[in-house]
């Protein structure tokens, strides 16, 4: 346990240290999250090292039930009223907090993290490289697993294929790339042109 929460603190200083060198104008580009922009990321981030379990259920609530609503209320409120500095301090600050999913454990926590960041690097064009340590604990074994169900992708007949990891994920025509954008891939992401390659690839991205 003491690894995974050391990789988590790592990953979410970097990315505080990556937000501080954007500027203003990057604040406003959209990410891979649709509908929102990198200010609404790193508010969803931030969501849990701000909010009370009972404010949250009561957001939850107001939603009729729905988390996804729930959770985009809050990051463009708060994103709205937010400076890049605010939420830059939120996330540097809380690197060591101990929130995880309800689901998922702290390995959920890691993968939350990680991936949202790559949210925001990926089409802003930075050349971010998740390292190995962090990125191993979050890529899926199985089809079954329960973190590829989530994201509802429909991955049949599709081979991933890590071009600089010892990873392959799923059977079928292969897709070669990035252990880091095929995991995007396999959790719903659509990826700028170029990223991925082999036929299946048009399916995961942008067009």
């Not at 580009?29 to 931030?46: F, I, M, S, Y």
């Not at 996804?68 to 939420?87: H, I, S, V, W, Y």
């Not at 998922?104 to 971010?128: N, S």
Request: with cysteine; aromatic share 6%; charged share 25%.
């Amino acid at each position: 346990m003491n690894d995974i929460r050391a990789a988590i603190a790592a990953e979410r200083r970097d990315l505080a240290a990556v937000l501080a060198g954007l500027s203003p104008e990057q604040w406003d580009e959209p990410t891979l999250c649709a509908g929102w922009r990198v200010r609404e990321v790193v508010a969803h981030l931030t969501m849990a090292f701000r909010y009370s379990l009972p404010k949250v259920g009561l957001g939850i609530l107001m939603a009729r039930g729905d988390f996804n609503k729930a959770a985009d209320r809050f990051a463009r409120r708060d994103a709205g009223k937010m400076t890049p500095e605010q939420l830059t301090t939120s996330l540097s600050r809380n690197a060591n907090h101990p929130w995880k999913p309800p689901v998922g454990g702290y390995e959920g926590a890691l993968a939350h993290d990680l991936i949202h960041g790559l949210d925001i690097t990926v089409p802003l064009g930075l050349d971010r490289k998740v390292p190995e340590d962090r990125l191993r604990p979050v890529l899926p074994g199985e089809p079954s697993d329960r973190s590829v169900a989530f994201f509802g992708v429909d991955l049949d007949g599709v081979e991933f294929r890590a071009d600089d990891l010892d990873w392959t994920f799923g059977a079928g025509t292969p897709v070669h790339g990035s252990a880091q954008d095929l995991l995007l891939a396999i959790c719903g992401r659509k990826l700028p042109p170029g990223r991925l390659l082999g036929a299946p690839a048009a399916r995961f991205t942008r067009t």
